[in-house]
């Protein structure tokens, strides 16, 4: 059985949701990702920060990346996938909520991500292809992550 934790990219870090949009950027060009998960006081998780959230939330309507927090564009209900989980779960909860990147947790601790990359590399082209017509198959109204 192949695991989120098999396929995920491990060493994802959390952004505090006290830390600004400018830091989190910082953050994501020293990575080389283009998302962060977000976490309260208690390392736990409660939103996904994208580059686009940072460009489009935040500087496209005049704000100042210095001055607005994480948790500030944190919305809706995070989703997860534990580490042990089978990877027909990790597509599932993609499919459903239609979202491309998605936190491993492993004993309530952020251990990966789980990105498109990170699906082509251990997937058959017909699994992939499945799983992004499920996923870019929406209303243009509806926010992808």
């Given at each position: 059985?192949?695991?989120?934790?098999?396929?995920?990219?491990?060493?994802?870090?959390?952004i505090p949701a006290h830390e600004t949009l400018d830091r989190a950027a910082q953050l994501m060009r020293e990575l080389g990702v283009g998302?962060?998960?977000i976490s309260d006081e208690n390392e736990r998780l409660c939103g996904i920060l994208t580059d686009r959230d940072i460009v489009i939330g935040c500087v496209a309507v005049g704000h100042d990346?210095?001055?607005v927090t994480a948790g500030e564009m944190a919305q809706g209900t995070p989703r997860w996938i534990d580490a042990n989980a089978d990877i027909?779960?990790?597509?599932?909860?993609?499919k459903e909520h239609q979202i491309r990147?998605?936190?491993v947790i492993d004993d309530k601790r952020l251990v990966g991500m789980i990105s498109e990359a990170d699906l082509a590399r251990h997937l058959s082209e017909g699994q992939i292809a499945h799983?992004?017509?499920?996923?870019?198959?929406t209303s243009g109204a509806q926010k992808r992550r």
């Open positions: 059985m192949t695991t989120a934790g098999d396929i995920m990219h491990r060493g994802a870090q959390w998302a962060l998960p990346p210095s001055k027909s779960d990790v597509l599932r909860e993609m990147r998605l936190p799983w992004a017509e499920s996923v870019y198959a």
